[in-house]
């Protein structure tokens, strides 16, 4: 381990519970995914922190059919993205699919490569494979990951989670 290695894990890990803003990332192309989205925020803003999603608070480019040119729209969201991430404290990552989507892997390896504290959560059965839950370059990432196949459970060990620490 190198001593830029060295010096990116003390800063993530010594800066525990310090800044309240969380930068949500994971899927939003349905709306069952957007309303789990939503409760999570819900969770996290009741508990003091100060969340920027992308699906209600930046660009979705599926939304902007026609309006702009796909370069446009990539610099669009890209731009507000990356400034969004270098503004947070927290990253926090819905997980669920095979393999997290590819926009919130990307977000996950700029917040950790930028010193930000890292949390997921997982309610999908799916794994990367039958001994790993989660590919060994996303879960090392995290501080923690809560995990449940019952999206309720999952909100409700969060909110306990969240009574007795920080993130």
Do not use: H
């Given at each position: 381990?190198?001593?830029?290695?060295?010096?990116?894990?003390?800063?993530?890990y010594?800066?525990?519970?310090?800044?309240?803003?969380?930068?949500?990332?994971?899927?939003?192309?349905?709306q069952?995914?957007?309303?789990f989205?939503?409760?999570?925020?819900?969770?996290?803003?009741?508990?003091?922190?100060?969340?920027?999603?992308p699906?209600?608070?930046?660009?979705?480019?599926?939304?902007?059919?026609?309006?702009?040119?796909?370069?446009?729209?990539?610099?669009?969201?890209?731009?507000?993205?990356?400034?969004?991430?270098?503004?947070?404290?927290?990253?926090?990552?819905?997980?669920?699919?095979?393999?997290?989507?590819?926009?919130?892997?990307f977000?996950?390896?700029?917040?950790y490569?930028?010193?930000?504290?890292?949390?997921g959560?997982?309610?999908?059965?799916?794994?990367?494979?039958?001994?790993?839950?989660?590919?060994?370059?996303?879960?090392?990432?995290?501080?923690?990951?809560?995990?449940?196949?019952?999206?309720d459970?999952?909100?409700?060990?969060?909110?306990?989670?969240?009574?007795?620490?920080?993130?």
């Amino acid at each position: 381990m190198n001593s830029e290695n060295i010096s990116n894990e003390t800063n993530t890990y010594n800066n525990a519970g310090e800044g309240k803003k969380v930068f949500f990332s994971g899927p939003l192309f349905n709306q069952g995914e957007k309303d789990f989205n939503l409760k999570i925020v819900k969770v996290l803003e009741a508990n003091g922190y100060q969340v920027f999603i992308p699906q209600r608070d930046g660009i979705e480019a599926a939304k902007m059919e026609g309006s702009k040119s796909e370069d446009e729209l990539t610099e669009m969201v890209f731009n507000l993205n990356t400034d969004k991430l270098k503004w947070c404290n927290i990253l926090f990552i819905n997980l669920d699919g095979r393999a997290p989507e590819e926009g919130s892997s990307f977000e996950l390896g700029f917040a950790y490569a930028s010193g930000k504290r890292c949390y997921g959560l997982k309610t999908d059965t799916r794994s990367f494979e039958s001994r790993l839950d989660l590919n060994p370059l996303i879960g090392g990432c995290m501080i923690k990951i809560f995990k449940s196949y019952n999206g309720d459970e999952l909100i409700k060990e969060l909110e306990q989670y969240l009574s007795n620490n920080k993130l």
